[in-house]
Every structure is written in C-alpha cells, then in structure tokens.
C-alpha cells in the first residue's frame, strides 16, 4: 500500500465555528479543556466570579480603558 501526502493551507474563521455550536456544545468543550464555565447553573458563581474581577481591576493603579469599556459595556459597571 503507498501512502501519499499532501499540504493543504485552509483559512477557518473560528467565529463562525464558535458561533454554530450551542451553548451546550461550548460548555462540554471548555469541561474537557478543564474549564468550568461561569454561570453553568450557578449564578452565585458567576456574581462572585464578576465581582472579584472587578474589585481586582479596581485595585490597579493604572486600569486600561479597555477593561473599563468591557466593564461598563458587559456589566454596566463604571470604572
């Protein structure tokens, strides 16, 4: 039996896989990757996990303007 290869270049617009899964699809790929996505029934984590976050970012001397924009925008918390 012979084998052949062969190098293919694809470009993959990984929004647009990211964006046809469902919610329960991406939840058991970040479980197998060891990640436990916030919110995944427990909404006290998610708060507590937003929380820490913030009061992290609140603590820097120097808070980039894009992580207040994504505070104020996602969270509706001003920085």
Known sequence: MKRHWVSVDV????????????????????KANGYTPIGDGDVSLRENTIERAYLAVRRMAEIPRE??????HVHGRAL
């Open 11 to 30: 470009e993959v617009d990984v929004d647009d896989i990211l964006e046809s899964l469902s919610s329960d699809e991406l939840a058991e790929i970040a």
């Open 67 to 72: 992580a207040a924009d994504l505070f104020w």
